[in-house]
């Protein structure tokens, strides 16, 4: 485990002497679980619950990924298979990606990053877990009863006039979780305006805040959008009033204007927490400060912000005007610019470290090689005239799972691995975790890749059945999922171990900067035993030269 | 919690009253001169939702930052997202007359 953080005291403190009070012990009860306040307790009842939805979401795309397996469709019928794909977004997307760093890392970590007790509203965020799971669970209710074949998208007037299944049911729950994200937003933000410590400027907050700040903007600017947008849906598919239909007077390329000004923001709440969580990671294990800070940080807002201006180009071919193309096409170039410099100055973190490849590490460097990925192909569907031949192929369905699989689900993996000790008190078996950060790196691109070339031949996505000769690339993507199916599974394992016969883990095994990191772990109930004031910037790692001299002085191999 | 709830309650009222006034306006033979009349109980909510419910006259300038933030981002939807139906070669939007 980490053996430069650790002095002989601490070890023999954490080892020996029982536990002290904290967060975990101090009440046991259900209902102190179900009724609590406690940020942190907030955070593990939403771990709970997007890990099942995880699972449920990935099982469906492990019966796709099964089907694909033959030309003509190995196991489900072509009706089931539309069913099943729109079961795996529809839960990926809100009860999985949308929420997943936010509620759950950020949930526990802003506060005891900023040094404050508590969020600003203990009781709101409380009653987001439980509009969460209400949501949460009258979609995936109406979604085992029978489903729908529309797709996570909900394209009228596929699903307002002619689709067979749960439509409203569906966008009920969806609707029902949105008031979750708002109200985790608004709480986030208030806390990050009202609650910091002394001493604690925006300057020297740790980038995940920022980014965790730029998101809750997304969250309550672009959540109500889709809220509306359901609602009209589900008006259209009740009383028959015409916004999308176009034989009630409607404009269904309205719809998908109105969808995507959501949907599109939406990416972004999925990768700026996993950005932030990369940009914790990297100056830690290589014991560097974080290479321009001020970019990093105002790259996240300015992603925030220009995500809202690019919405137009999912419909390049749903017949909108060329001028709006153009324009939608130029911008959407635009928020490259700064999704590049992160990678630039994450790189530029590495330049000179001393790199350590512990598997929160492994996680992060893997986010940045596929994150850059799924980046870089995402110019490909920017452009007008490449995105009219690859639109609704598998080259689209490969770029953004690079981006919210490859990059944000394995930010998500380590950001969990690294603050594990923290939130649990425990360390995860270093080895175990190596091996799972390294299989989902190899399973994941074994399962994408190959759809890359699918999309670029012309293979395009939704459909159970193909030409036989995609039938090898097919394999093998389906062979990656195997992997990257037990990849995931293996966290669930050893990390559950570690729980009960992990080591005890001292309050900084890492020996990282940070609030929390100063307090006991796990943390006690009110976080800091006293109102902690912070004096420095945030990553102050000595120089290079200074930890070369260390090693040089102690005698130690460098 | 009581005093936090209570000032806000008549300024929810008058928005519902309000968006009584909006569906009713849509069952009234105005002409199409009189179209932009619809937009004034709109514009009342605004006022409503700004200086009642988010009491911009009391507090700070974050709180005036956000209100603006969010016409910025009402004009960013309504203006780039009108760019498209208006300059529709296939399927134009066709521009509703009123009798
Ligand atoms: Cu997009």
């Known amino acids: 485990m980490s053996d430069i953080a650790l002095t002989p005291q601490e070890l023999e403190a954490s080892t020996i002497r029982e536990r002290p009070e904290n967060y975990l012990n101090e009440k046991l009860s259900l209902a102190s679980w179900l009724l609590t306040t406690d940020h942190k307790r907030i955070a593990l009842l939403y771990f709970a619950s997007i890990t099942v939805f995880f699972f449920i979401g990935g099982a469906a795309a492990a019966l796709m990924r099964f089907n694909l397996l033959t030309p003509d469709g190995a196991i489900v019928s072509p009706e089931t298979y539309n069913r099943l794909f729109t079961m795996h977004g529809v839960v990926m997307v809100w009860f999985f990606l949308v929420p997943a760093v936010p509620v759950t890392l950020g949930n526990f970590m802003i506060p005891l990053m900023i040094g404050a007790r508590d969020l600003a509203f203990p009781k709101i965020n409380l009653m987001s877990w439980y509009l969460f799971m209400i949501g949460g669970v009258i979609s995936t209710w109406a979604l085992f009863m029978g489903g729908l074949d529309t797709g996570w998208t909900f394209y009228t007037p596929l699903s307002s006039a002619y689709a067979r299944g749960y439509v409203v049911p569906v966008a009920v729950g969806i609707f029902i979780s949105g008031f979750s994200s708002i109200a985790t937003g608004l709480n986030f933000m208030v806390t990050i305006h009202r609650l910091r410590a002394p001493g604690m400027t925006w300057y020297r907050m740790p980038v995940f805040l920022w980014s965790l700040y730029a998101t809750s903007v997304i969250y309550v600017l672009a959540t109500p959008v889709l809220a509306m947008t359901l609602l009209l849906l589900a008006f259209e598919t009740i009383f028959r009033i015409g916004v999308f239909d176009p034989t009630l007077g409607g404009d269904p390329v309205l719809f998908q204007h109105l969808f995507w000004f959501y949907s599109h923001p939406a990416v972004y709440i999925m990768i700026l927490p996993g950005m932030g969580v990369v940009s914790e990671i990297i100056p830690v294990f290589s014991r560097r400060q974080i290479f321009g800070y001020k970019f990093v940080v105002w790259c996240s807002v300015s992603i925030a912000v220009i995500s809202f201006f690019v919405w137009g180009h999912h419909m390049f071919v749903a017949g909108t005007s060329l001028y709006s193309a153009i324009i939608f096409s130029l911008l959407s170039f635009l928020v490259s610019i700064p999704s590049a410099i992160k990678v630039f100055n994450w790189i530029g973190t590495l330049h000179k470290g001393f790199i350590r490849f512990d598997a929160p590490m492994i996680y992060a460097l893997g986010f940045v090689g596929l994150f850059t990925m799924g980046g870089l192909t995402g110019l490909f569907l920017a452009s007008l005239a490449s995105d009219v031949a690859l639109h609704d192929t598998y080259f689209v369905v490969a770029h953004f799972h690079y981006i919210m699989v490859g990059g944000m689900v394995s930010a998500f993996f380590g950001g969990l691995h690294y603050w594990w000790p923290k939130i649990t008190g425990r360390m995860y078996p270093e080895m175990w975790g190596r091996v799972a950060a390294a299989m989902i790196f190899f399973g994941f691109n074994l399962t994408f890749f190959p759809q890359f070339i699918l999309g670029f031949l012309g293979m395009p996505r939704r459909y159970s059945v193909y030409p036989p000769e995609f039938q090898v690339l097919n394999v093998l993507s389906s062979a990656g999922a195997t992997i990257l199916a037990v990849a995931y599974l293996m966290p669930l394992f050893y990390l559950g171990w570690s729980l009960f016969w992990g080591q005890r883990a001292p309050a900084n095994p890492w020996g990282a900067t940070g609030l929390e990191w100063q307090t006991q772990s796990p943390p006690r109930t009110e976080n800091f035993t006293s109102t902690p004031v912070v004096t420095e910037a945030p990553y102050n790692y000595p120089p290079p030269e200074a930890i070369q001299r260390e090693k040089v002085e102690s005698g130690e191999h460098v | ?99």
Request: glycine fraction near 12%; proline fraction near 7%.
């Open chain 2, 1 to 99: 919690m009581r005093q936090v709830v209570r000032p806000l309650l008549p300024v929810w009222l008058g928005l519902l009253a309000l968006f009584a006034v909006e569906l009713g306006t849509a069952f009234l033979p105005l002409g199409h001169a009189f179209a932009g009349l619809i937009l004034l109980p709109a514009a009342a909510m605004v006022g409503l939702v700004g200086f009642g419910f988010m009491r911009l006259g009391r507090y700070g300038a974050i709180a005036r930052c956000f209100a603006l933030a969010a016409v910025f981002w009402l004009l960013v939807l309504l203006g780039l997202g009108s760019m498209d139906p208006f300059t529709r070669t296939e399927y134009p939007v066709r521009v509703t007359t009123y009798p």
